[in-house]
């Protein structure tokens, strides 16, 4: 079980968290004019890196905020945002 | 009697009485189940998984695998149960009752011994060869019986379990000398240090040998010193089971001293720094019938001898490879046990070793083996050969066998953290490799011995080798793995080890391969003419010894595993017969509210039709419930919402559509603007993901949005009043506004209602006249029991969840979690009406979009009424175009008897089902396959006029 670092909070145990997915994917600001190929890829495509994976957490159980982390999904070794 | 006159360090003062297979034995305080069994010279203990050979007890410590045994009942709870706990640890306590496992009807008469017999037909991957043929569910029954150990109990334990959690600078598992020593150090440097131990008394290996050894006594010295105790918070009878990520290692306590009714407490440690001192345990060697009753590894014979005080034979073989077996040696001659030869597989063992023995009057025969093991349930004689001619043979009598094939040292929780053990020529035994998490290993788990002989010597020896004698020779207790089963498996290609380890499961189960793995390891190398560091090892994994569901569970039993949350009206509901049921975030409620002596169905169906014609009352207030604040709060509302919210005036309410971005139902519901605020409604069981889900845009992509959100379920009480008397219950119960005129369908308005402060809103959850009355927590049980005496002369009717889900049937009212299975579309659902595809954005438009430009063919949300009107047709049943079809085209979602049509109705799913309306189709069910109509999913009052009424 992960320790995670919550930016309010501090270091916390994963059970207090969801996890939000990779915090590289954005939503294309213009979805109507977006080619369907392109949505495609955003809606249903996601990346399974190996290695450093910056990621969005929400600490559901806690202050309920959203913050991303780089986390190594190999390691688990987790770098705050902050610390970047 | 095989109990020593002296030494030991069991209690002689304190006998204790306890049960074996039915027949009563005396052991002492001190004891293990599996020391007082040997002193009461019982050496058979049961059988094994496979073959259901006789097994006796091997070791004197957590690794056994053979002497698992079954709890019965103990002093303090009789019933207690609990199977495959190993002798050697488990403590003897007044009354225990215990018996053995996988035999039948004792281990000395056990039917299942065919199994041996059978041997030929049940090699190693037989479970993958057999079972790919024939039907499985015939025999499965029967080789489930015949394989296996311990039997589950029946009943809930009496004992108690709890959890507890912990935060160190340094945990140190392990208290031989080298994690003492480990500990005090951290201790001095001023670290927080936690050190947990699986014995009673620290010491370790120390523990095993003769006392009166110099070495002993410094550490007892050491684990007596005062500043020792105030600085270490030193936790014993705990073993670590698991290391996992961010050094968070899990252990298992029994009976802890801070609280002794405690029957085992599970541990969570997070550490800054871990040290592994684990130790090491002896190997067994690979020679045929290496597993009958008395033999033994020879620290084993040791611990028995030193520690409780108890020969395990009165005739003993040494057969070692190592110079670690003569302290065995010396100190069982030294207690009176006849040493019939030591069997020495080295060429040149130590001189000064040889010496000694000699003036105990032993032989050593070096450069020897022992090749089998004679004797039925209980060794006899053991063939020895020379290695260098194993067909010249002789029979030593013995009624112990002691082996010491080497030492493993104990990398499992090493290996837990990630890292990969290496093989080290020195001790022929892997070591930890390099760390992956901040961990040390010290002392023998670290491949340091610290043996009474002044140096380690030892000549692999992985098995021992034919001459020609059948039999079977052990690499794997646990799951009867033979060298002829890795024969096989090598021979049909499997080579890789985890190859081997699957096809044979050598080294899985609870053992994870704390005794066999590394002979497999060196049987494997040696046949692919390999060294055992090419071969590898395969991973050990948690749990290092087996943990009981009781500690995993903890405190959370029985009303305790899922808190339930209650509302305001629970205690009504509770007093009035309702049938509770969880449903949906937790809370209990209501399901039906039967009369004496009534069915469950009819007291739904009598709540239905009150709701259709005079007036029912709902509990509704676990829907979940959101203020949004904000001047932004529009804007968010018509992104979130498929349709527009921006021009919804005060006072008014709109229901509204939530999506996930791949244009699939995430919740529907009603969504009211206040004077200052707004106040959204969602499914019970779906208030999290939702709040999650706007938690996530205004946090993440909405972030230029001045919007913030506040959950409101628990502070807001709902009572709906529904039928078409509700108007009427409102107004005898004294209401302050006008409930007829300009009070709509969709509006909300403050009111008094029975003298309550509350907000009233006209939606409709029934598809009849309703009002939802929102009032304070604290006023909702007044209200409730206000509402029911003044719907008295109305015969107003409590409403229970399963009314209300057929009353939902009735109206064609989907739910998003059945009908909206994550292939559905707000189209295929029948709620484009809600869509607004000229609205510029909303989440879930453009993959709609997208199902629009495509026409291929989606199933539809219909209504289907089934032919016989006796039969309610099974949620999940498959719909098909004729009987016999396998053309699955689409499945019931939801399905009742409608006691406002009084017939059989449902909602499916079906392919094209827009289109269909009209046509037959069959239903086919698990028992029955019936004919239904397909029709449009509405059953009642189409066009809504009741509700708006």
Redesign the interface.
């Given at each position: 079980?992960?320790?995670i670092p919550c930016p309010f909070c501090g270091e916390r145990e994963e059970d207090e968290f969801?996890f939000?997915g990779d915090a590289k994917r954005e939503?294309?600001t213009?979805?109507?004019s977006?080619s369907?190929e392109q949505?495609?890829d955003?809606?249903?495509n996601s990346n399974n890196t190996k290695g450093e994976s910056l990621e969005?957490w929400?600490h559901?159980q806690g202050c309920?905020?959203?913050f991303r982390i780089t986390r190594n999904t190999v390691?688990?070794a987790i770098t705050p945002e902050s610390d970047r | 009697m095989t109990r020593l006159q002296h030494g030991g360090s069991i209690d002689r003062d304190q006998p204790l009485e306890f049960t074996f297979n039915g027949k009563r034995y005396q052991g002492y305080a001190g004891d293990t189940l599996a020391s007082a069994l040997l002193a009461n010279g019982v050496r058979l203990i049961g059988r094994s998984f496979k073959y259901h050979r006789p097994r006796g007890i091997v070791t004197a410590g957590g690794e056994e695998t053979n002497a698992l045994v079954q709890i019965n009942g103990t002093a303090d709870d009789p019933g207690f149960s609990e199977p495959n706990v190993r002798a050697t640890t488990l403590k003897l306590t007044h009354g225990l009752d215990v018996s053995s496992v996988n035999c039948w009807p004792n281990p000395n008469l056990d039917v299942g011994a065919i199994n041996s017999l059978l041997s030929p037909l049940l090699p190693a991957g037989f479970y993958y060869k057999t079972f790919m043929a024939g039907p499985w569910d015939r025999y499965a029954g029967a080789i489930r019986r015949a394989a296996g150990l311990g039997r589950v109990p029946k009943v809930p334990a009496k004992k108690r379990y709890e959890r507890r959690y912990a935060h160190t600078d340094v945990l140190v598992i392990g208290a031989g000398p080298a994690g003492l020593r480990a500990a005090l150090e951290a201790a001095k440097s001023g670290a927080s240090v936690m050190l947990v131990d699986d014995q009673e008394t620290p010491g370790g290996h120390l523990l095993d040998v003769k006392s009166g050894d110099g070495n002993h006594a410094a550490i007892q010295a050491l684990a007596a010193d005062p500043q020792t105790a105030d600085l270490i918070n030193y936790v014993p009878r705990t073993t670590a089971t698991g290391y996992y990520d961010h050094n968070l290692v899990v252990a298992v306590q029994r009976q802890p001293d801070d609280a002794p009714w405690i029957y085992e407490r599970l541990w969570h440690v997070r550490a800054r720094e871990v040290i592994l001192a684990t130790g090491a345990v002896e190997r067994p060697l690979v020679f045929v019938n290496n597993d009958r009753p008395g033999v033994m590894l020879a620290s084993a014979a040791r611990t028995y001898v030193n520690r409780y005080a108890v020969a395990p034979g009165q005739r003993a073989v040494f057969f070692t490879n190592n110079s670690s077996a003569y302290g065995a040696v010396f100190d069982l001659a030294d207690a009176g046990i006849t040493i019939g030869a030591v069997i020495d597989a080295r060429p040149e063992p130590e001189q000064d070793l040889i010496a000694a023995c000699r003036t105990r009057g032993i032989s050593v025969y070096p450069n020897s083996v022992v090749i089998k093991a004679t004797g039925k349930k209980q060794v006899a004689h053991a063939t020895i050969a020379s290695r260098s001619d194993l067909t010249r043979t002789r029979d030593e009598a013995c009624d112990l066998l002691c082996m010491s094939g080497g030492w493993n040292p104990l990398v499992h929780l090493h290996s837990h953290s990630g890292a990969k053990p290496v093989y080290d020529e020195r001790i022929a035994a892997f070591v930890p490799g390099e760390s992956v998490q901040n961990e040390r290993s010290v002392g023998a788990c670290n491949g340091d011995f610290d043996f009474d002989t002044e140096t380690f010597d030892i000549d692999a020896l992985w098995e021992v080798g034919h001459n020609g004698t059948t039999g079977k020779a052990f690499v794997d207790y646990q799951n009867d793995v033979t060298t002829a089963d890795i024969d096989l498996a090598l021979r049909e290609n499997f080579q890789s080890i985890e190859h081997v380890k699957r096809y044979t499961t050598a080294g899985m189960a609870t053992d994870q391969g704390k005794m066999g793995n590394a002979n497999v390891i060196g049987v494997v190398a040696q046949r692919l003419a390999q060294r055992p560091d090419d071969i590898g090892t395969t991973t050990y994994r948690p749990p290092f010894t087996p943990v009981s569901f009781g500690a995993l569970g903890g405190a959370d039993r029985g009303a305790l595993i899922l808190p339930t949350r209650n509302t305001p009206i629970t205690p009504w509901n509770l007093e009035h017969g309702a049938s509770m049921n969880e449903a949906g975030a937790n809370f209990r409620r209501p399901f039906w509210f039967p009369n004496p002596g009534e069915s469950d169905a009819s007291a739904i169906a009598r709540a239905a039709i009150a709701v259709r014609n005079g007036a029912g009352i709902y509990d509704a207030t676990p829907l979940g419930k959101f203020e949004l604040h904000g001047p932004d709060v529009p804007q968010l509302l018509n992104l979130l919402y498929t349709n527009r919210f921006d021009d919804l005036k005060v006072g008014h309410g709109r229901f509204g559509l939530m999506l996930r971005e791949d244009g699939r139902l995430l919740d529907d519901g009603v969504t009211f603007r206040m004077e200052d605020h707004w106040l959204m409604t969602c499914g019970t069981g779906a208030a999290s993901g939702v709040l999650m889900h706007i938690e996530r845009l205004l946090q993440t992509e909405l972030t230029h949005l001045k919007v913030y959100v506040v959950n409101v379920t628990s502070q807001w009480a709902n009572i709906c009043v529904c039928g078409p008397q509700s108007r009427a219950v409102l107004q005898s119960a004294g209401v302050d506004i006008d409930l007829s005129g300009d009070f709509k369908f969709m509006q909300m308005k403050s009111a008094n209602v029975a003298g309550v402060a509350a907000r009233v809103a006209r939606v409709s959850y029934t598809g009849e006249l309703s009002f939802e009355i929102n009032a304070r927590r604290r006023d909702a049980l007044a209200l409730w029991e206000a509402l029911i005496a003044a719907g008295k002369p109305f015969d107003i009717t409590p409403v229970g969840s399963e009314t209300s889900a057929v009353l939902r049937i009735e109206k064609g009212f989907i739910s998003a979690g059945t009908e909206g299975d994550n292939i559905t579309n707000p189209f295929d659902a029948g709620l484009g009406w809600i869509v607004d595809m000229d609205k510029p954005d909303f989440i879930g438009k453009r993959t709609l979009m997208r199902d629009l430009e495509h026409d291929i063919p989606r199933q539809h949300v219909v209504g289907l009424l089934p032919e016989d009107p006796e039969f309610v047709v099974a949620e999940g049943s498959a719909l098909l175009p004729r009987e016999g079809s396998r053309d699955f085209q689409g499945h019931v979602t939801a399905s009742c008897y409608s006691p406002t049509l009084d017939r059989p109705i449902a909602l499916a799913l079906l392919k094209n089902g827009k289109q269909r309306h009209g046509e037959e189709i069959v239903v086919s069910g698990l028992d029955r396959s019936i004919k239904a109509e397909v029709t449009k999913p509405v059953f009642y009052d189409p066009k809504g006029t009741r509700m708006r009424s």
């Amino acid at each position: 079980m992960l320790l995670i670092p919550c930016p309010f909070c501090g270091e916390r145990e994963e059970d207090e968290f969801v996890f939000g997915g990779d915090a590289k994917r954005e939503r294309p600001t213009d979805p109507t004019s977006t080619s369907t190929e392109q949505w495609v890829d955003y809606v249903y495509n996601s990346n399974n890196t190996k290695g450093e994976s910056l990621e969005w957490w929400w600490h559901a159980q806690g202050c309920t905020k959203w913050f991303r982390i780089t986390r190594n999904t190999v390691t688990h070794a987790i770098t705050p945002e902050s610390d970047r | 009697m095989t109990r020593l006159q002296h030494g030991g360090s069991i209690d002689r003062d304190q006998p204790l009485e306890f049960t074996f297979n039915g027949k009563r034995y005396q052991g002492y305080a001190g004891d293990t189940l599996a020391s007082a069994l040997l002193a009461n010279g019982v050496r058979l203990i049961g059988r094994s998984f496979k073959y259901h050979r006789p097994r006796g007890i091997v070791t004197a410590g957590g690794e056994e695998t053979n002497a698992l045994v079954q709890i019965n009942g103990t002093a303090d709870d009789p019933g207690f149960s609990e199977p495959n706990v190993r002798a050697t640890t488990l403590k003897l306590t007044h009354g225990l009752d215990v018996s053995s496992v996988n035999c039948w009807p004792n281990p000395n008469l056990d039917v299942g011994a065919i199994n041996s017999l059978l041997s030929p037909l049940l090699p190693a991957g037989f479970y993958y060869k057999t079972f790919m043929a024939g039907p499985w569910d015939r025999y499965a029954g029967a080789i489930r019986r015949a394989a296996g150990l311990g039997r589950v109990p029946k009943v809930p334990a009496k004992k108690r379990y709890e959890r507890r959690y912990a935060h160190t600078d340094v945990l140190v598992i392990g208290a031989g000398p080298a994690g003492l020593r480990a500990a005090l150090e951290a201790a001095k440097s001023g670290a927080s240090v936690m050190l947990v131990d699986d014995q009673e008394t620290p010491g370790g290996h120390l523990l095993d040998v003769k006392s009166g050894d110099g070495n002993h006594a410094a550490i007892q010295a050491l684990a007596a010193d005062p500043q020792t105790a105030d600085l270490i918070n030193y936790v014993p009878r705990t073993t670590a089971t698991g290391y996992y990520d961010h050094n968070l290692v899990v252990a298992v306590q029994r009976q802890p001293d801070d609280a002794p009714w405690i029957y085992e407490r599970l541990w969570h440690v997070r550490a800054r720094e871990v040290i592994l001192a684990t130790g090491a345990v002896e190997r067994p060697l690979v020679f045929v019938n290496n597993d009958r009753p008395g033999v033994m590894l020879a620290s084993a014979a040791r611990t028995y001898v030193n520690r409780y005080a108890v020969a395990p034979g009165q005739r003993a073989v040494f057969f070692t490879n190592n110079s670690s077996a003569y302290g065995a040696v010396f100190d069982l001659a030294d207690a009176g046990i006849t040493i019939g030869a030591v069997i020495d597989a080295r060429p040149e063992p130590e001189q000064d070793l040889i010496a000694a023995c000699r003036t105990r009057g032993i032989s050593v025969y070096p450069n020897s083996v022992v090749i089998k093991a004679t004797g039925k349930k209980q060794v006899a004689h053991a063939t020895i050969a020379s290695r260098s001619d194993l067909t010249r043979t002789r029979d030593e009598a013995c009624d112990l066998l002691c082996m010491s094939g080497g030492w493993n040292p104990l990398v499992h929780l090493h290996s837990h953290s990630g890292a990969k053990p290496v093989y080290d020529e020195r001790i022929a035994a892997f070591v930890p490799g390099e760390s992956v998490q901040n961990e040390r290993s010290v002392g023998a788990c670290n491949g340091d011995f610290d043996f009474d002989t002044e140096t380690f010597d030892i000549d692999a020896l992985w098995e021992v080798g034919h001459n020609g004698t059948t039999g079977k020779a052990f690499v794997d207790y646990q799951n009867d793995v033979t060298t002829a089963d890795i024969d096989l498996a090598l021979r049909e290609n499997f080579q890789s080890i985890e190859h081997v380890k699957r096809y044979t499961t050598a080294g899985m189960a609870t053992d994870q391969g704390k005794m066999g793995n590394a002979n497999v390891i060196g049987v494997v190398a040696q046949r692919l003419a390999q060294r055992p560091d090419d071969i590898g090892t395969t991973t050990y994994r948690p749990p290092f010894t087996p943990v009981s569901f009781g500690a995993l569970g903890g405190a959370d039993r029985g009303a305790l595993i899922l808190p339930t949350r209650n509302t305001p009206i629970t205690p009504w509901n509770l007093e009035h017969g309702a049938s509770m049921n969880e449903a949906g975030a937790n809370f209990r409620r209501p399901f039906w509210f039967p009369n004496p002596g009534e069915s469950d169905a009819s007291a739904i169906a009598r709540a239905a039709i009150a709701v259709r014609n005079g007036a029912g009352i709902y509990d509704a207030t676990p829907l979940g419930k959101f203020e949004l604040h904000g001047p932004d709060v529009p804007q968010l509302l018509n992104l979130l919402y498929t349709n527009r919210f921006d021009d919804l005036k005060v006072g008014h309410g709109r229901f509204g559509l939530m999506l996930r971005e791949d244009g699939r139902l995430l919740d529907d519901g009603v969504t009211f603007r206040m004077e200052d605020h707004w106040l959204m409604t969602c499914g019970t069981g779906a208030a999290s993901g939702v709040l999650m889900h706007i938690e996530r845009l205004l946090q993440t992509e909405l972030t230029h949005l001045k919007v913030y959100v506040v959950n409101v379920t628990s502070q807001w009480a709902n009572i709906c009043v529904c039928g078409p008397q509700s108007r009427a219950v409102l107004q005898s119960a004294g209401v302050d506004i006008d409930l007829s005129g300009d009070f709509k369908f969709m509006q909300m308005k403050s009111a008094n209602v029975a003298g309550v402060a509350a907000r009233v809103a006209r939606v409709s959850y029934t598809g009849e006249l309703s009002f939802e009355i929102n009032a304070r927590r604290r006023d909702a049980l007044a209200l409730w029991e206000a509402l029911i005496a003044a719907g008295k002369p109305f015969d107003i009717t409590p409403v229970g969840s399963e009314t209300s889900a057929v009353l939902r049937i009735e109206k064609g009212f989907i739910s998003a979690g059945t009908e909206g299975d994550n292939i559905t579309n707000p189209f295929d659902a029948g709620l484009g009406w809600i869509v607004d595809m000229d609205k510029p954005d909303f989440i879930g438009k453009r993959t709609l979009m997208r199902d629009l430009e495509h026409d291929i063919p989606r199933q539809h949300v219909v209504g289907l009424l089934p032919e016989d009107p006796e039969f309610v047709v099974a949620e999940g049943s498959a719909l098909l175009p004729r009987e016999g079809s396998r053309d699955f085209q689409g499945h019931v979602t939801a399905s009742c008897y409608s006691p406002t049509l009084d017939r059989p109705i449902a909602l499916a799913l079906l392919k094209n089902g827009k289109q269909r309306h009209g046509e037959e189709i069959v239903v086919s069910g698990l028992d029955r396959s019936i004919k239904a109509e397909v029709t449009k999913p509405v059953f009642y009052d189409p066009k809504g006029t009741r509700m708006r009424s």
